[in-house]
């Protein structure tokens, strides 16, 4: 259990770290800039809707990547998804953030199993490599969540499980242990595992370029 409470801590971190990231960014860059930096994650914030509401039938219009500014954040992109019922619309709401860590850890997986293959390379390939691994890490990490509008219905969805859940439990109808072990087995719990690992990859990157960006204005507010 100890490695799942690991994994939503780190995915809560990056949460935290996309919006520190956005305001500090609007602050001292154009949104059109902004946007040419995080293109690809939004591409694939965008695209994780339109296929899962593809998968769900659930009929989507017109998608854009045009930047707008809201607030103190910037909105990037959006797709208009038709009404549904609050399930499809949660599970489709949620779908960048499947998609986000599935491509976070899967990059960094492949990255660190060719890591003896790119080091026997020339060293331009080997800087390069890890050059566009780290601009990906960061592209889609800040990229990843979903607005307010796409969790439309995902609160009274989670209140409604945790009332049936909890009725469940009182009436004395709980699931066998033997069919979470079917669920939770060790090659299951060997990827949660790793991917708390590669999960801490895109932390590491955004502290790092908050840091500079805080020292690189205090350091120009002090000569000013």
Request: hydrophobic share 55%; with cysteine; glycine share 6%.
């Amino acid at each position: 259990m100890i490695y799942f409470f690991a994994l939503f801590t780190e995915i809560y971190i990056l949460f935290l770290l996309s919006r520190l990231m956005s305001k500090t960014l609007s602050k001292f860059m154009s949104v059109n800039l902004i946007a040419l930096i995080f293109l690809p994650g939004v591409i694939i914030h965008e695209l994780s809707h339109l296929f899962i509401a593809a998968i769900l039938f659930v009929p989507a219009g017109n998608i854009e990547f045009i930047p707008k500014k809201i607030g103190n954040g910037v909105k990037l992109g959006s797709i208009e998804i038709a009404k549904t019922d609050p399930i499809r619309r949660s599970i489709i709401g949620f779908a960048p953030v499947f998609a986000g860590v599935s491509l976070i850890v899967g990059a960094v997986y492949l990255f660190s199993s060719g890591f003896l293959f790119l080091q026997s390379e020339k060293p331009y390939i080997y800087i390069c490599a890890i050059l566009v691994l780290t601009y990906l890490l960061f592209a889609v990490s800040n990229t990843m969540f979903s607005s307010k509008a796409d969790m439309e219905g995902t609160i009274e969805i989670l209140i409604a499980l945790f009332i049936v859940f909890v009725g469940t439990y009182v009436l004395g109808f709980r699931p066998s242990l033997v069919y979470l072990n079917k669920i939770f087995t060790k090659e299951f719990i060997g990827v949660i595992q790793k991917s708390t690992v590669f999960l801490f990859a895109p932390i590491v990157i955004d502290v790092f370029i908050l840091g500079v960006i805080k020292l690189f204005r205090s350091i120009r507010k002090n000569n000013y």
